[in-house]
């Protein structure tokens, strides 16, 4: 059965950092683009980062550019997400997804996703 588990989350300042990792259990990372996404209260999900199942090629929606950094460590079956310079607008659940195929903006697109990790920042 495909998993996917996402911790880090948690309530930092603006200005504050957090990493997220997603771990895969029941598969193996290695031939899977994986995505970021986050949804906050009353707002649409959107794609945050995604990266290729090499690691040779990320993105990342223009709001969290030069703040948010995505890596993958395929022989530990995990990706992170490195936020640093956190604003109050990037409050919002994080799910990491997977997909055997390219990278998408669309989660609908995904094989499977975790549960999510809440990420508050506020003072």
């Known amino acids: 059965q495909l998993q996917l588990v996402e911790s880090g989350g948690g309530l930092v300042q603006p200005g504050g950092s957090l990493r997220l990792s997603c771990v895969a259990s029941?598969?193996?990372?290695?031939?899977?683009?994986i995505g970021w996404f986050r949804q906050a209260p009353g707002k649409e999900r959107e794609g945050v980062s995604c990266?290729?199942?090499?690691?040779?090629?990320?993105n990342y929606i223009d709001s969290v550019k030069g703040r948010f950094t995505i890596s993958r460590d395929n022989a530990m079956n995990t990706v992170y997400l490195q936020m640093n310079n956190l604003k109050p607008e990037d409050t919002a659940i994080y799910y990491c997804?997977?997909?055997?195929?390219?990278?998408?903006?669309?989660?609908?697109?995904?094989?499977?996703r975790g549960q999510g990790t809440q990420v508050t920042v506020s003072s």
């Open positions: 997804a997977a997909r055997s195929d390219y990278c998408s903006p669309f989660l609908y697109r995904f094989d499977t």
């Open positions: 029941g598969f193996t990372l290695d031939n899977y683009a």
């Open positions: 990266t290729s199942s090499s690691g040779g090629w990320s």
